[in-house]
């Protein structure tokens, strides 16, 4: 219900060097008047769903009867009409293509009968507020979800009342979105994705989901193949609002059999729980208000708690690759080694390429300030594509530019202009501003000019 500003797998490179200085030469520098136009993601590509129509099913249940908090909801909840959508307050230009294409997304994908309106009496209205405005709001999020009401003003009214409660609601008819309109397209974007999905559907996260937005750890950014099918479900003719978890439950297998039967074939894995011990480990690690000696500590219990349980799937790679970020600094070397102990875990864990795709981001860093752009190379091109279909423009853009620094280390300069000039387009859309992107561009430079020190 709220995306907080905690990036679990955060995609910034400042810890693989040291912030340089502006005046740094590099090729990645242009001119204010030559960036290429942002970029946008054509048709969508999710994958299908990697788990069995039984986990699933499992799953389901545990995203619709409880919440994050782990409290319990008594009863089924979904709009029982055509669900209305309109946006107020200070949207920019990027906000209403990317809900368009949302809203056609889950007409298509998951059958709901959604779309766009004017109308002040609309089911979900999406106010677009400044970041300042939501953060006085709740502190550490980037954006949230509140049911019964219709603007931030209206919602601060009713703050402490039971019609914001998400455990008392019985069936949902409005319910009201707060969106950053300072944030970069990216970031807006992902908003829109995660709080409608939770505002007409699941209201619980569940870190043991490795593909899906439902999940705090912020790696799905837009809704996966995993998610559409889920909403699909929460929409199936045979559930409606007030059913009981047993009776959805008793629904659940014949919806699975007639929406994905590709999941009956698939293996049935044992369901393991999250123990609240190592979401709060979590939550101290990567929070933003959370002194350095107390982040490695969490980070070591939440490995520790992950050994202890025998986990073997993304959650246990997720403590290295904690303990990787923290070491990278002090110590690149073991850094690499928690990175390379998280890839081993991926690698057995179906669903988690993207994963995959962001440590990535980390190790090819350290092969480039290392000297080895081969190496970097080798990292980066499978890698690519899974940005792309996953449609994370800061993740492609980090791993172009990777790309062109590591060419232009290779001596092969007019292919590494042509990947950089490629990236910025992306880096516009998933960083923002024009500051941004080019301190992103120079601050993956200057790891080549460490490279080229050292080789």
Not at 138 to 150: G, I, K, Q, R, Y
């Amino acid at each position: 219900m709220i995306r907080t500003v905690i990036f679990l797998f955060i995609l910034i490179l400042s810890a693989c060097a040291a912030p340089q200085p502006a005046d740094v030469p590099s090729r990645a520098q242009i001119a204010d008047s030559s960036l290429p136009p942002i970029k946008a993601f054509a048709t969508p590509r999710p994958d299908p769903p990697v788990q069995s129509n039984s986990n699933i099913a499992a799953d389901f249940l545990s995203l619709h009867f409880e919440l994050e908090s782990g409290r319990a909801l008594p009863v089924f909840t979904r709009f029982e009409t055509p669900i209305s959508v309109r946006v107020i307050g200070n949207p920019p230009a990027t906000l209403r293509p990317d809900l368009r294409r949302l809203l056609t997304r889950l007409q298509r994908e998951a059958g709901i009968d959604i779309r766009e309106t004017a109308a002040p009496t609309a089911n979900i209205t999406i106010q677009a507020v400044s970041r300042a405005e939501i953060r006085r709001t709740l502190p550490h999020a980037a954006c949230f979800v509140v049911p019964n009401v219709s603007s931030l003003s209206d919602y601060r009214g009713k703050r402490r009342s039971p019609e914001t409660n998400w455990s008392t609601l019985r069936r949902r008819e409005r319910i009201a979105i707060f969106v950053p309109y300072d944030s970069s397209p990216q970031e807006i974007r992902d908003c829109l994705h995660e709080e409608l999905a939770q505002a007409i559907g699941p209201l619980n996260d569940l870190y043991r989901l490795p593909d899906s937005v439902f999940n705090d750890d912020n790696v799905h950014t837009v809704l996966t193949g995993f998610d559409m099918l889920v909403l699909r479900m929460t929409y199936a003719p045979e559930l409606y609002s007030g059913m009981s978890k047993a009776q959805v439950a008793a629904e659940l297998p014949d919806i699975l059999s007639r929406l994905n039967p590709r999941g009956n074939r698939l293996p049935v894995q044992a369901v393991s729980q999250t123990p609240r011990d190592w979401i709060d480990s979590v939550q101290i690690a990567l929070g933003p208000d959370t002194g350095l000696s107390a982040r490695q500590s969490a980070a070591q219990s939440a490995a520790l708690t992950a050994q202890r349980l025998g986990w073997q799937d993304h959650r246990r790679a997720f403590g290295y690759y904690m303990l990787g970020r923290m070491a990278q600094s002090q110590d690149p070397a073991l850094s690499q080694q928690y990175y390379a102990s998280a890839l081993g875990y991926l690698g057995r864990t179906p669903g988690t390429e993207l994963h995959r795709a962001y440590i990535t981001t980390q190790t090819a860093a350290h092969a480039l300030a290392s000297g080895d752009p081969d190496a970097a190379l080798r990292q980066i091109a499978p890698n690519l594509d899974v940005a792309a279909r996953s449609e994370n423009a800061a993740l492609l853009a980090t791993l172009m530019l990777l790309q062109a620094e590591a060419l232009d280390m290779k001596g092969q300069s007019d292919a590494a202009r042509t990947v950089r000039l490629d990236s910025v387009g992306w880096a516009r859309y998933g960083f923002g501003s024009d500051w941004a992107v080019r301190a992103k561009m120079q601050e993956i430079a200057s790891l080549r000019l460490r490279g080229e020190h050292k080789s």
